[in-house]
């Protein structure tokens, strides 16, 4: 199960941040913040809040699709700017005080976004176009609504970062990256930036780490 707390439990096997992988010089999410991390924070977040504080958590859907089961390892989505810092401010509190170590989680900067991104293309193009190439066969099968994919994801790579969703940045309204619209077009730009100004289905974020 892909939480926090799980990240916390193997965080003894390597050095990195709870949840990250190294790549150049950054520690960041393997994957997208997922809906089963989402859950966990609203969870612990919402033994401290009354009904009408915990609201504000929630995305910005009428029908829990988040919360079902079958979605819990693809990316929240429809949660604004605000909701991704407070998620980052609560993981960095939570993660700090189980490790004993300072750990702080936040969006990354657009330029640590693309260095990151460049390193990857770089470095495993091939498994990039392989995993591009099977979520636009999901896509295909029904083009009716936005399609999120969850995968499995047993080895120490990053994965989704040029599909899924644009992710969003440090820097309010700017989000980098393609997302699943974009994955109809076959010569999508994997890197492009994209302004936004409210919740979407295709905008979600992962997280880069410090740890002192």
């Known amino acids: 199960m892909t939480t926090i707390l799980t990240f916390i439990l193997?965080?003894?096997?390597?050095?990195?941040?709870?949840?990250?992988?190294?790549?150049?010089?950054?520690?960041?999410?393997?994957?997208?913040?997922?809906?089963?991390?989402?859950?966990?924070?609203?969870?612990?977040?919402?033994?401290?809040?009354?009904?009408?504080?915990?609201?504000?958590?929630?995305p910005d859907s009428l029908n829990f699709w988040y919360s079902i089961p079958d979605n819990r390892y693809k990316p929240i989505v429809l949660i604004t700017?605000?909701?991704?810092?407070?998620?980052?401010?609560?993981?960095s509190k939570v993660v700090s005080e189980r490790i004993g170590k300072k750990v702080t989680y936040r969006l990354p900067r657009t330029t640590e976004w693309k260095d990151i991104a460049e390193k990857i293309i770089r470095t495993d193009i091939k498994q990039i176009d392989k995993e591009l190439e099977e979520t636009r066969k999901i896509i295909k099968?029904?083009?009716?609504?936005?399609?999120?994919?969850a995968r499995e994801k047993p080895k120490s790579r990053?994965?989704?970062?040029f599909d899924n969703v644009t992710e969003m940045t440090f820097e309010?309204?700017?989000?980098?990256?393609?997302?699943?619209?974009?994955?109809?077009?076959?010569?999508?730009?994997?890197?492009?930036?994209?302004?936004?100004?409210?919740?979407?289905?295709?905008?979600?974020?992962?997280?880069?780490?410090?740890?002192e």
């Open 172 to 211: 309010k309204g700017i989000a980098m990256g393609s997302n699943n619209y974009d994955l109809t077009d076959p010569k999508t730009n994997l890197t492009r930036l994209i302004k936004y100004n409210s919740p979407n289905t295709y905008l979600g974020f992962r997280c880069v780490a410090e740890m």
């Open 141 to 149: 099968k029904d083009s009716t609504q936005y399609t999120l994919v």
């Open 10 to 58: 193997f965080f003894s096997l390597n050095d990195n941040p709870p949840g990250t992988i190294k790549i150049k010089n950054h520690f960041v999410d393997k994957t997208e913040i997922q809906n089963i991390a989402w859950l966990e924070y609203i969870y612990h977040k919402g033994k401290e809040m009354d009904s009408v504080e915990l609201q504000k958590l929630l």
């Open 158 to 161: 990053i994965y989704n970062l």
């Open 81 to 91: 700017y605000e909701q991704a810092l407070d998620y980052c401010v609560w993981r």
